[in-house]
């Protein structure tokens, strides 16, 4: 037996080379004629920084195996970006769509001949272990992904379970065959590492994977099977770089022979994953894949994604739409991922092993993007999922004192403001789901809103975060405590606890604080109740050193989803609340050099390409005007998603900006991030049929529906008289038929009526 384990560490460097990119083509090898994964296009959202994951997987799954590019950046933080023409190997752990990088654990590399155990240099083909590749080469579709090594002469094929990658090499020049395993790659700005590799036998590799990055304390155990006996096993950590007597970095790899032989040959390999240690790895690939059925396999993941697909099915000739539907609602589960074995073992957030008793445990909880459409999707089509997600939730909530804020791999990064964690936990409650603890989870949403982290000391102190106090991101970090509280207080006033609902109904009104009448902006107040001094210019924004997150005033004025009429009162009438809210959309200004990337999909200033803008576009209603949602809508639509690799206008923040096309295109959005109602757009669709729980199903009927005319004229459901422009969540999990009769020019009379309008709830 051999082993080795060495603490590392890795300096990146960025770069990347330009390729075009060549249409592909839809495989349909082993699917139905009828499979809705023929309409998903995993190059949507690989250009511009839609950093999405490509690769195979299923839905929710621990593992998903794709290609780890050798360029890093930002761009590159899902280890893949349509401009690169490289691959490092293949990573069993991806993200998609985040704007920091992690993960690209465990990667495998089939190759020949003699490389050098590192990364090389871009362009010099002789160098580092990596390999070219043509784009005409990949065919990648749902839970399957090819491509062929160029410097290798090596077709690789790709699929997955949920906790086992299952590998494909047909090594065509017929040279000696060999495979690299590599510790040391990850992708994004990591610390020290440490790895071990163990050859258990002729065809067994195991090991684990620590590192230190984003998360924290990263672990990730592993065993691999191969198809073919192991003629050589070659442990290498060959270079050792000093400076003085600090390890800057080194490198751990296992180079993996086998018996050549005259033609092509075929090596295949499955690995399995684990949280938690290389017994239970063993026993998920026992469970999950125990032979060595490529295609069955890769036709096994295809029908869970069409299954999952289906759940809504759109009529529409417009083929691109459907296109851009289809792999948004594929791009909404991706994660967050499975996050256990087989026996129910995970790695709880106290960094200690725990067993489940039921169901399954989750990670990659991206809440401050998520809870605005990805969570209340997943409500209406998962609904057998979101007890398992707020169970993981509320076990966070007992291993760290906290509701999670960014969970990643059992480790909490704390990243982004507010509590978007009681957010989701409240949502769950208010809409009746069963299946978790209803008091543990009132628990957990009030002691986590009580912390005195994160800017939540001087809330608690003041009713909002004052800029002396809190040097950045006072603003957004009130707003989102503030919908959080507005969500918690919703649970308390449904529990009968009025003091706990007076109390945090209060705390949600701290928008008031901030707002400046003169200007009709929120901005930054001081301890003493005072504007920030100097001069205010809205439109400029700067990343983490001013008050807000990724935005600037003009974006963040309008984040008060929770209470729209108390907001709208500030205005001193509805007029001038329209007046402001259509400026937003014209207004054009310059955001200044150190803005965030991250605001981007710009139609005046409104930001699409950033979640706190994301419902906006449908505060409309609540003041009498639901025609200028329809436009807003539309136009968002056909703008800032397309069918091109450039196809998001900004991160896919784990399946929230295409959570946003979804229900968007269905015809309706949820504002209240807790519990409802969802408001009335324009639906895209001629009809879409949503499949729900119990057998039912939601029929969507948009009749006279076209580009032209987006607007809605008057509804019906279930052939009755329906004049709200919004919906409960309760009257659309009873199923039926809506019907909207569309037109070219707005309703004089459809959600004009103040009782026709969507309520702030109190």
């Not at 990591?190 to 071990?196: A, I, M, V």
């Not at 003009?554 to 001193?572: D, K, R």
């Not at 639901?626 to 397309?642: F, H």
């Not at 900006?657 to 979804?662: A, D, E």
Request: negative net charge.
């Amino acid at each position: 037996m051999i082993a080795l384990k060495k603490i590392t560490k890795m300096l990146f460097a960025s770069g990347g080379s330009l390729l075009m990119l060549a249409t592909c083509g839809v495989d349909s090898d082993g699917r139905s004629a009828d499979s809705l994964t023929q309409y998903v296009d995993p190059y949507i959202g690989t250009g511009g920084h839609g950093h999405v994951f490509v690769g195979a997987n299923v839905p929710y799954g621990s593992v998903q195996l794709g290609p780890s590019n050798i360029s890093t950046g930002w761009d590159w933080v899902s280890g893949y970006h349509i401009s690169d023409s490289t691959i490092l190997g293949f990573a069993h752990q991806h993200l998609s769509g985040t704007g920091i990088g992690d993960l690209g654990d465990i990667v495998f590399l089939p190759f020949t001949g003699e490389v050098r155990f590192d990364r090389g240099q871009h362009g010099d083909e002789t160098s580092g272990a990596y390999s070219l590749f043509k784009r005409e080469t990949e065919r990648v579709r749902p839970g399957y992904y090819a491509v062929h090594l160029d410097r290798f002469n090596v077709n690789v094929e790709l699929t997955a379970t949920a906790r086992v990658g299952f590998h494909k090499y047909n090594y065509v020049n017929g040279k000696e065959p060999k495979v690299l395993i590599n510790l040391d790659a990850g992708i994004g700005w990591e610390g020290e590492k440490e790895g071990s590799l163990v050859l258990e036998n002729d065809s067994v590799v195991s090991g684990y994977r620590y590192s230190m990055g984003w998360a924290k304390n990263q672990k990730i155990y592993f065993t691999a099977t191969f198809s073919q006996p192991i003629a050589k096993f070659q442990l290498a950590d060959s270079t050792s770089l000093k400076d003085g007597n600090r390890l800057v970095a080194s490198r751990t790899y296992g180079e993996l022979t086998f018996a050549g032989k005259e033609g092509a040959q075929d090596i295949l390999v499955k690995v399995a994953v684990s949280p938690v240690s290389i017994e239970n790895a063993k026993q998920n690939m026992k469970e999950e894949l125990p032979g060595w059925d490529f295609v069955a396999t890769q036709n096994k993941a295809d029908q869970v994604w069409d299954e999952a697909l289906k759940k809504i099915k759109i009529e529409t000739k417009d083929s691109v739409a459907r296109k851009i539907f289809y792999t948004a609602l594929y791009h909404s589960m991706v994660a967050p991922s499975l996050f256990n074995d087989v026996n129910g073992d995970y790695m709880g957030a106290d960094f200690k092993q725990h067993r489940l008793e039921s169901g399954n445990n989750y990670t990659t909880f991206s809440l401050w993007d998520t809870y605005r459409a990805a969570h209340p999707l997943m409500s209406i089509i998962h609904t057998e999922r979101v007890p398992d997600m707020i169970n993981s939730m509320l076990r966070i909530y007992q291993e760290q004192g906290k509701l999670p804020v960014w969970h990643l791999v059992g480790n909490e990064t704390d990243c982004m403001v507010g509590n978007p964690g009681i957010i989701v936990v409240a949502d769950a409650y208010l809409k009746g789901i069963t299946g978790f603890d209803k008091d543990l989870a009132y628990e957990a949403m009030k002691t986590s809103a009580m912390k005195d982290d994160r800017g939540l000391k001087w809330y608690k102190q003041y009713g909002y975060v004052p800029f002396d106090k809190e040097e950045v991101e006072s603003v957004a970090k009130g707003l989102e405590f503030a919908i959080a509280d507005w969500s918690l207080a919703q649970v308390a006033k449904l529990r009968g606890e009025q003091d706990d609902y007076d109390y945090f109904l209060k705390r949600s009104n701290s928008f008031k604080y901030y707002f400046d009448k003169n200007i009709q902006f929120l901005r930054g107040v001081d301890s003493n109740g005072k504007f920030r001094p100097g001069p205010f210019d809205p439109f400029h924004s700067a990343h983490l050193a001013n008050d807000y997150t990724e935005g600037n005033a003009w974006q963040y004025t309008w984040l008060v989803p929770h209470n729209v009429h108390g907001f709208m009162e500030l205005f001193g009438s509805e007029e001038a609340f329209i007046q402001k809210l259509d400026s937003l959309f014209i207004v054009e200004g310059d955001l200044g050099e150190e803005a965030s990337p991250d605001i981007s999909g710009l139609i005046g200033q409104y930001a699409h390409g950033n979640e706190p803008s994301h419902h906006v576009i449908y505060m409309y209603p609540y003041a009498g005007q639901p025609w200028k949602t329809a436009e807003r809508v539309r136009e968002t639509l056909s703008t800032m998603y397309t069918d091109k690799p450039d196809g998001l206008s900004g991160n896919e923040d784990v399946g929230q900006m295409s959570s946003w096309y979804v229900l968007s295109s269905l015809g309706f959005y949820q504002v209240s991030p807790a519990g409802g109602p969802f408001i009335f757009g324009s639906p895209l669709f001629d009809e879409a049929t949503i499949t729900l729980p119990e057998g039912k199903t939601l029929k969507l009927v948009a009749k006279n529906n076209s580009s032209t005319n987006k607007y809605i004229q008057k509804i019906t459901f279930d052939g009755q008289p329906y004049t709200k422009s919004y919906i409960q969540y309760a009257d659309l999990m009873k199923g039926g038929k809506l019907e909207f009769e569309m037109g070219g020019k707005p309703s004089t009379t459809y959600g004009v009526h103040p009782g026709d309008r969507p309520k702030s709830i109190q």
